[in-house]
């Protein structure tokens, strides 16, 4: 992971920077989930994007696949770094 942290990084083209969200460690009656168990995919907010990113903007929801980005620190904080077409689609509130 590379470390930026005492810097302000501003994304370029279609590069996209995500907070990625935790996966739940229970479930909804109790159970602890194993940590060996990764999904392909994760969910995450849009902290930022690139001046040729067309389909998501700052704060959407998100979901990626588990493989297809670089985590950096920024500010003191995990970011996942990819590009918009590495985006599966935006979670919409229904």
């Not at 909804?28 to 001046?51: F, I, K, Y």
């Amino acid at each position: 992971m590379k470390n930026t942290e005492h810097m302000n990084l501003r994304p370029i083209e279609d590069v996209v920077h995500v907070r990625i969200e935790e996966p739940e460690k229970r479930t909804e009656s109790g159970l602890h989930l194993v940590e060996r168990h990764e999904t392909d995919t994760r969910t995450g907010v849009v902290l930022a994007t690139g001046p040729e990113c067309r389909d998501v903007i700052a704060s959407d929801r998100v979901l990626i696949s588990a493989n297809h980005f670089q985590k950096i620190m920024i500010g003191g904080k995990e970011v996942a770094v990819l590009r918009e077409p590495d985006i599966l689609g935006v979670i919409e509130n229904v």
